[in-house]
């Protein structure tokens, strides 16, 4: 199979549809991109502005230009040499009576077509929790009636503008007077049966096509609604219970995506399932028109390996497939995936390597750090389970009950709950992949070690470990397969979601000393490794996942590449950022607003808000009211979801609007442009941070375009990405127009289109003459020797008959040379690149800057950095 040479991430919806898409191929041709890679482009929710609440697999969004827009757009990428890759969800589908097969799943309950479509738990009534209050309370207060709904032809119970389906054998049940409509429709409905639902739809179509007609029944329901106990009577006899949204903490019989009940999750280990939902996708890649797939959230899936395998047969061995998966320290893919790699979170976490001071004095590596850490997240873990994903845990244990009773009762102990809870808490990855087909050895000892830190947190529930770990092996001799089966998948699928929710959207959220550490896919209990470890991770990639995506922006990633690549910076000068915190903190000390529960914000969020303003804070600061404003806007935003993400003193469920409303406060007070002390202090301090950081990204920026791996460019990160985490990056953007040459002389002032020329030279010689070797070719480490070896890394790509070098400066926060994008040429003084045993020594030139380096063995980092920041040096 042939990957993609480059990528360019597109959000669709927000304002980008095909036809404004196709407008964009001239810029991805310009840049050097080989395959657009497109976010979901399924029917969905009415309004998304994301695409993962899919309503219907197998139709392209009309709002989007539907399947001649897409083919339209196609065609003109296909036209210029491009193709497309896209982005599928067989996680989870919205649960929203816009999508068919929920509103039939509602309706007809377990006889349903699509009933077994959905993960749903049908031993008891299936859940709806959308309502704001309980089903009595919002029933006392005149919210739900009767109700008939003209768009589905159906009876329903009404809650504000949400029609929930009646089952029509309970139709009958609804007459309390004469109407003659109304008897008809009961009549025919009594007739119809489980599979004579489409008649009675077109019937009750017929029946109220007279407006008159229809409105005598729409009075007749009215009145009708008026007796609280008959529509809660009639309430009782559907397949489903209407809750408040709160009770899905407790009380769910779906399996939902993370902790949103709003998606719900699927069945596509079942082949019928599988082939209704890949459908139109697998049309598409057969017919051609898209060459390669993203899948999401490849962790949910009851059996991942499975899954991929059918995938793979349906699309063919010249599909590119990668998946979103999440790699732990030191873990790799399973080798059994027929995949292409990853989505790249883990490159991210290499570049973190790259750029992050990894001196013990930096305090990043300390021991009490790293304890601290590890006692954070297991908190966070453990109030997960208890709180947000109860419900979920709750079921395994009854699962739990189930097989150590060999059938009988599924009432859990406590025991078993806190096994369950404490097993999951102390999986030290996203999460296993045991099947019917045995247990990897890696599998099996993660589960020993599972059990291991388990017993010791809990030992009071040592039997019930062991039983659980003995399901999740698959040990002979437990009496009843089902359940054991049942149980294992579902704690997998249950460990990567608590795992995510723990770490990414909790403690990442609660640690605020150094942003760029809180990353997607980041290890929380990192300790950074310099160069060193760089090296071994690239070289890794280049033996076991040349071809996966490298990433450096995502719709996902907390914050955008060049905002991260500047908090790096604050790795090395832990001692200037101290003080300056203290010193705004003094400054604004009066707009701290006192509370019940403290100040607020507490000295820990306010670190965090300085960091995050940092950040997104303009390269140039002299910009006008509107600018701030927008840039307050942005921060209070962002700040009231991290906030309500680290789940301290507000959170979703339970929001503190005092709380909320102090903190916004004093941002808006802080950033007003009357405050003229912290608003010049802050920017003075905020300088040379913005230049080490700018000189940051493009070192991350060079290093993903010529490091192992397919580079994937981000919807506008080709220019200056200092977003937020969605919405914020989400925001539409512009594209430029690219230039062939770097400005004569580089400076801030200049650094998006410098990045952006970066760029397209480098992607378009990786699509030309270094294709191959970009693609295929070897890792070497180069050696750097000198007083200021520490300040650069560099390495080789290699064939048997091509090379390149790409060469980047790091922790140059005390050297950058004035607002240009280099680095002061003295700190170079003795420095040089060890030319590499077995190769040759030629003329190179530097493709970023034009300029010939001539041979040595030991080559001067001075000439190769010469007036640019950064240096890929290929043969001349």
């Excluded at 390149?804 to 004035?818: E, K, M, N, W, Y």
Aim: a negative charge; one cysteine or more.
């Amino acid at each position: 199979m042939q990957p993609p040479k480059a990528t360019y991430r597109l959000q669709f919806r927000n304002g980008m549809d095909f036809a404004k898409a196709v407008e964009l191929v001239p810029h991805l041709v310009g840049l050097g991109i080989s395959h657009l890679y497109a976010s979901p482009i399924f029917s969905a929710v009415r309004g998304s502005t994301h695409g993962y609440d899919v309503i219907d697999f197998n139709e392209i969004e009309p709002a989007l230009g539907g399947r001649e827009g897409f083919s339209r757009l196609v065609h003109e990428l296909n036209a210029q040499g491009l193709g497309i890759i896209l982005d599928v969800v067989p996680n989870h589908m919205a649960a929203s009576l816009d999508n068919e097969w929920w509103h039939s799943v509602i309706e007809s309950g377990r006889s349903s077509a699509f009933a077994d479509h959905f993960d749903i738990d049908w031993q008891s009534p299936l859940t709806l929790p959308f309502l704001g209050r309980s089903f009595e309370e919002e029933l006392a207060a005149g919210n739900i009636r009767l109700a008939l709904d003209r768009k589905r032809n159906c009876l329903a119970l009404m809650y504000y503008d949400a029609l929930y389906p009646l089952n029509p054998a309970t139709y009958p049940a609804i007459l309390r007077a004469a109407n003659s409509a109304l008897e008809r429709i009961c009549a025919i409905a009594a007739a119809a049966g489980p599979t004579g639902i489409a008649h009675l739809h077109s019937a009750v179509s017929s029946i109220v096509k007279a407006s008159a007609v229809a409105a005598e029944l729409d009075e007749f329901l009215e009145q009708l609604s008026a007796d609280k106990d008959h529509l809660r009577r009639l309430h009782q006899m559907q397949a489903w219970r209407l809750t408040s949204w709160k009770t899905a903490r407790d009380q769910l019989s779906y399996r939902r995506f993370f902790e949103i009940a709003g998606l719900i999750g699927m069945r596509v280990e079942d082949p019928s399932v599988f082939e209704d939902t890949h459908r139109l996708t697998l049309d598409l890649v057969q017919g051609g028109l898209v060459e390669g797939l993203r899948v999401d959230h490849i962790d949910g899936l009851a059996d991942p390996e499975a899954y991929l395998h059918r995938l793979r047969q349906h699309a063919g061995n010249s599909t590119y497939i990668v998946v979103e998966k999440i790699l732990g320290v030191n873990e790799t893919l399973p080798q059994d995936w027929p995949v292409d790699g990853t989505t790249g979170y883990e490159f991210i976490s290499a570049l973190a390597e790259l750029l992050t001071n990894e001196q013990s004095s930096a305090r990043l590596s300390s021991e009490a750090r790293r304890s601290a850490a590890e006692k954070a997240v297991l908190d966070c873990k453990l109030q997960l389970l208890s709180h947000n994903f109860n419900a979920e845990a709750t079921r395994l244990a009854r699962l739990a009950a189930l097989i150590e009773n060999n059938g009988g009762s599924s009432h859990p102990n406590g025991r078993i709950i806190e096994a369950v809870r404490r097993l999951i808490a102390a999986l030290p990855i996203y999460r296993t992949y045991v099947s019917d087909r045995g247990v990897a050895e890696r599998d099996g000892r993660i589960l020993d070690e599972m059990e291991l830190n388990a017993l010791t947190a809990a030992p009071v529930a040592g039997a019930e470990i062991a039983l659980i770990i003995a399901a999740l092996k698959s040990r002979s001799g437990l009496a009843n397969r089902k359940p054991q089966s049942e149980f294992r998948t579902r704690f997998q699928q249950l460990s990567g979601a608590v795992m995510a929710k723990a770490v990414e959207d909790t403690f990442f959220y609660r640690r605020t000393d150094y942003l760029a550490a809180n990353e997607v896919g980041a290890d929380p209990f990192w300790r950074p490794g310099g160069t060193d470890r760089f090296h071994e991770m690239m070289q890794d990639r280049a033996r076991d996942m040349p071809n996966g995506l490298s990433a450096t922006s995502t719709h996902d990633t907390k914050r955008g590449e060049d905002a991260r690549a500047r908090l790096y910076a604050v790795s090395e000068a832990p001692d200037v950022w101290t003080a300056s915190v203290a010193r705004w903190h003094d400054m604004n000390a009066a707009r701290i607003r006192r509370s019940p529960g403290g100040g607020a914000p507490e000295a820990s969020v306010e670190q965090f808000l300085y960091q995050s303003l940092l950040g997104i804070w303009p390269i140039n600061s002299s910009f006008d009211e509107d600018e701030f404003s927008a840039l307050r806007e942005r921060l209070c935003g962002f700040a009231v979801k991290a906030l309500r993400e680290a789940k301290l003193r507000t959170s979703w469920e339970s929001p503190d609007e005092y709380y909320e409303t102090a903190v916004t406060a004093f941002l808006s007070d802080l950033l007003d442009l009357q405050n003229r002390t912290f608003f010049e202090d802050f920017g003075r301090a905020a300088r040379p941070f913005i230049q080490a950081g700018l000189i940051n990204s493009l070192s991350q920026t060079l290093v993903k375009l010529t490091a192992p791996g397919v580079p994937d460019v981000y919807q506008g990160s080709e220019r200056l990405d200092v977003s937020l985490v969605d919405p914020d990056n989400r925001r539409p953007f512009s594209p430029h127009p690219s230039s062939p040459a770097l400005p004569h002389v580089p400076t801030a002032s200049t650094f998006e289109d410098c990045k952006q020329t970066l760029i397209g030279i480098c992607l378009n010689h990786r699509r030309n003459r270094g294709s191959n070797l970009l693609m295929r070719g070897g890792y070497i480490p180069l050696q750097v020797r000198g007083p200021a070896s520490r300040h650069a890394a560099a390495f080789m790509r290699h064939t048997e008959n091509d090379f390149s070098i790409t060469v980047v400066p790091r922790l140059i926060f005390r050297h950058t040379d004035g607002d240009r994008l280099s680095v002061l040429p003295g700190l170079w003084k003795d420095t040089c690149l060890v030319w590499p045993d077995g190769r040759d020594l030629m003329r190179l030139r530097n493709l970023a800057t034009g300029d010939l380096v001539e041979p040595h063995h030991h080559l001067p980092v001075a000439d190769v950095l010469r007036g640019f920041a950064v240096a890929f040096l290929v043969p001349a």
